[in-house]
């Protein structure tokens, strides 16, 4: 496991967001500007008619696809609803990854097109995780990059909550509906998953900005605290709010 952006070891608030050019992020903080670091690190930006062609799936509003247009990338969005699409130059096309028929179609033309593909904070929200990684293989050639990202069930936050609660942190009876986690992908099953699809993963990096210690308000202070001398036994991904799995087809 890399880590680029390690862990700040102190925060004293969780803050939102907040949006690029007017679109709402729905991420967790820093993690689109970690992920932007990582894009131009896998693959540089174009110009004019030379510009990489990324697949943004699950791109809500469409932050991270205008973002990424603006730097010089050729932008699909895709996503479930077309009304809350908002970015300005990226290309958006309306899909339900749980509509096999859908997602036939859309194969059936973008297949072997993208350099880069992204699903970020897309796979918990899906029935069937397999499906989502099978669909992205499809859709790459051999030189397609693939990130996926998903909230890490095994943060130090994580298992402080399990413990407390029996829940992990994110999936809940509340979350169920909103924001619609539906499907905890635990590190192992979500390595798993990129394997047995015939994708090999090449790095698992933390994103999002988790505090070592955690001063949000007091509770969360205690919860790290107590949790500190544990870090050195900890074993898995302790850090960061969500895992970005970059993998390949094999």
């Known amino acids: 496991m890399t880590a680029p952006h390690p862990a700040p070891w102190f925060g004293v608030d969780r803050k939102r967001p907040g949006h690029y050019q007017g679109l709402r992020m729905k991420t967790d903080t820093n993690l689109h500007a970690q992920l932007e670091d990582l894009v131009t690190r896998l693959l540089a930006p174009g110009t004019g008619t030379s510009r990489p062609r990324v697949v943004d799936l699950g791109c809500g509003e469409g ?72 669909f992205c293989r499809r859709l790459c050639s051999d030189a397609t990059h693939v990130l996926i990202t998903t909230p890490n069930v095994a943060s130090w936050w994580s298992r402080f909550w399990f413990v407390l ?31 047995d699809s015939g994708m090999e993963c090449l790095s698992v990096t933390p994103g999002g900005s988790l505090p070592v210690v955690w001063a949000y308000n007091w509770k969360r202070l205690v919860a790290s605290l107590l949790m500190l001398p544990l870090r050195a036994v900890m074993r898995g991904p302790k850090d960061g709010w969500v895992l970005c799995y970059h993998a390949r087809k094999k």
């Open 165 to 195: 609660t029996g829940e992990l942190w994110g999936f809940n009876p509340e979350s169920w509906d909103r924001p619609g986690h539906i499907n905890p992908i635990a590190h192992v099953e979500m390595l798993g998953i990129l394997r």
């Open 63 to 134: 932050a991270f696809s205008q973002r990424l247009h603006d730097l010089g990338y050729e932008v699909l969005g895709v996503d479930v609803d077309a009304d809350q699409f908002k970015a300005r130059g990226p290309e958006f096309v309306a899909l339900d990854l749980n509509d096999a028929a859908a997602v036939e179609r859309f194969l059936g033309e973008y297949e072997g097109s993208p350099d880069l593909v992204l699903g970020i904070e897309v796979i918990e929200h899906l029935r069937n995780p397999w499906d989502l990684v099978a």
